[in-house]
Every structure is written in C-alpha cells, then in structure tokens.
C-alpha cells in the first residue's frame, strides 16, 4: 500500500535518495536545489543509509567525485542547478563518454547571467546535447517517481548512460504538494543491486578509464555511446512499464492532455504544464478543441511518437522556457519543428519564448497563446514564428 505523505518537491527527491540508498552522493550546495543534499545528509547522519556523503569544494568537484566512485563501481547521485551545473559542464561530457550511469536531480533555475536565482531551462537545456538522457517533472510527484526509474534507465546494460531529472526551481521544489510514495522495500527491490560489467575496484579484470582518445578508436566510442541513448527509447518504455504495475502511475515519452481530436495545441515541459491544463479546460467548456503534450523525455528525443501524436492538429504553439539565441526560436522549438518536417508539414508551427529568470506565467498568457492559434487557425497564415509572450517590449 502506498504512503500519502506531503512533502516539497526537494523532499520528495532526497526521500527518493534515501529508499535507493546510494553508494556515494557528493553535492555542493546552490539554490534551489540546495536542500536535496541538506535532507539526505541528515538520513546518512542519522544512520538511515550507508552512503558515503562527499561535501565538496564546487559542483566541478561533485561530479568529479561521481565520476571517480561510479567509475569505481558504485552507484552515485548527486543534485544541482543552474551555475552549479554549469561549473559541472567539462565533467557532464566525461561521464557520459565514460557511460556511467550517474543520477543527478537537476533543480531547473536561470543560467547567469544577469545572476538569478529563479526558474527557466536555461541550464539543463543547455546541457541537452552533453549526452546525459533528460526527464522533465511536472510535480513533486514526478520529481519523486522520475527519480525511481532514471536509476533503472541509466543503469540498463543496454544504456549505460548518465541520467539528469529536472524539475522546477521553487515553483515545484519548494511548495509542498500531496503524494503517494512507495515503500521503502518495494524502491529497493525495484531498483535492484547495481551490478556493473567494467569497474576500477575489480581486482579480476584490469582496465583503464578516461584515458586519451587518439582519432583512431574516438569515433567509434563516441558511436557506441550514442547507441546508448538510442537503446534508451526502448529501456524507458520498458522501465514505465514495470513502475506502473508496481505504483499505479504510468508514464511515457510525454503525457497526452485532451489531444486526440484537439486542432490547436501547446507543446511544453515541467510545472506550466499544469497551468496550460487548467486553460485547456476552460476553452473545452467553450467548445473549442483544445489540447496539450507535455514533454516527459527530452533526451532521447522522442520524435517519431511526437510526430504521430500532433499530426492531426492545425495549429501548434511550441512554448520554450530557455531563450536559444539562435534568433528563429528556443531548443524545444527546434526539436519539435524537425520532428514533423517530413511527417506532418501541414501543421503550423509558433514558437514561443516564455517565463524567463521567473517570469510568472499566469493562466492569461497561456489563453493568449491559444488564442493566436485560434487565429492562425481562422486565417492559414502565421506570420511570426519566432513570438514571445509576458515581456515587456
């Protein structure tokens, strides 16, 4: 029987931390991801778990040091956010060229500069392409669960690949939301003994990690790990599966909302999910056939099943919560504009930048995202495609 519990979305991470039972967690502390180690250092003091706590000197560090224990044959964590995962950058493309499986809570907040300390994607969507698989948490109930199965993911035989899960700086890590948690035997014989094939502590096999890369053997260590994040399409499907028969929850690449006669529609990722959900809503009640697809799985991207599911609709808003400076749109813009071309040209596209360094988005700026679909609709003509929307210009 699940346990109701309320906790913040922080909480409901470090509580996930404790039921794993990590071998090694090094964190550096930075906002707002601060209290995910803070929590979990108290269940390694009060004897809640054998994992060596590792306080370091910089989230450069941190990883380092989940580098070095993963690499030596333990099963590793961390927590960081924005300018934390940032100092981390060098060290993200390491353990991912070094397939280590390492879990690492990414608590999503503005990247500097200006500096500030509230929520965008700014950071884990710039560390989209360092190989990490990422998963987005609309809740503290995601947070919680999507934590679970990314050890699960990560460690499969067939991807071998670290694994980031994001969610919300202080809009879902901070407030305190109800939730159902497993118990704490049934995390543990879900996730499992990690078992690696290749360890630095195995005295039976000798063997060498991270070391120089000349042209001759790079390419094709750089392809087997790129195998890994294809092979994890499968692994994750696989891995919701089994965690919906064990907590009732199911999940897959991305959550359908009032899609399958929808004709205009919003692409988004995490909390603002739930706002849009409320629009959506609201707009049926009108008759209008609104929908939404919240984005679960960002790396690796699902792009075939997302094509299938937006194929029908007319008009398409893609909401980006990082800016790409690319001056045509945001990353997800860019991943959901090439997952159609070809396979569902017919929809037309609106990218929107919204919610920078914490811009609240009210219900207000979602329905006027709709209701320039509803236009585009009317007319068959976009004009801008490259939009944003609660600036002041």
Request: charged content about 25%; overall charge negative; hydrophobic content about 40%.
């Amino acid at each position: 029987m699940s346990i109701r519990e309320r906790l913040s979305g922080n909480e409901a991470v470090a509580v996930a931390m404790r039921q794993i039972n990590p071998d090694v967690v090094a964190a550096f502390p930075i906002t707002p991801s601060t209290e995910i180690p803070q929590y979990f250092s108290q269940f390694v003091s009060n004897g809640q778990v054998q994992t060596e706590f590792v306080a370091v000197e910089s989230e450069h560090s941190a990883m380092s040091a989940c580098v070095g224990a993963q690499a030596a044959g333990g099963r590793t964590m961390t927590a960081t956010s924005a300018n934390g995962l940032a100092l981390m950058w060098e060290i993200l493309y390491i353990a991912a060229a070094m397939k280590l499986p390492i879990t690492m809570s990414c608590v999503n907040r503005a990247l500097s500069g200006p500096l500030n300390i509230h929520n965008d994607h700014s950071d884990s969507m710039g560390a989209r392409d360092s190989g990490w698989i990422q998963l987005y948490s609309e809740s503290n109930q995601e947070a919680y669960d999507n934590l679970i199965q990314a050890v699960r993911i990560g460690e499969h035989q067939d991807v071998m690949l670290p694994v980031m899960v994001c969610q919300d700086g202080f809009i879902t890590s901070h407030a305190v939301e109800n939730l159902e948690l497993l118990e704490d035997d049934k995390v543990k014989a879900f996730i499992g003994e990690y078992k690696p094939e290749h360890y630095l502590l195995n005295s039976a096999e000798q063997i060498a990690m991270g070391p120089l890369d000349l042209p001759a053997h790079c390419f094709e260590h750089k392809r087997e790990q790129a195998q890994g994040m294809i092979n994890a399409r499968k692994v994750i499907l696989e891995v919701a599966k089994e965690f919906e028969k064990l907590s009732g929850r199911k999940y897959s690449f991305f959550e359908e909302y009032k899609l399958d006669d929808a004709e205009v529609a919003v692409v988004i990722i995490n909390s603002t999910a739930g706002t849009a959900k409320t629009v959506v809503d609201s707009l049926r009640e009108k008759g209008i056939k609104a929908g939404l697809l919240k984005i679960r799985v960002f790396r690796p991207f699902p792009e075939e099943e997302i094509a299938g599911a937006l194929k029908k609709v007319k008009a398409l808003a893609v909401m980006d919560k990082a800016e790409g400076f690319s001056a045509v749109g945001g990353p997800l813009g860019a991943e959901i504009k090439s997952a159609l071309y070809g396979r569902a040209e017919g929809v037309k596209v609106v990218n929107y930048i919204y919610g920078l360094g914490g811009r609240d988005v009210r219900a207000d700026d979602i329905e006027k995202v709709y209701n320039d679909l509803l236009e585009i609709q009317k007319t068959g003509q976009v004009r801008e495609t490259y939009r944003y929307v609660g600036v002041r210009e």
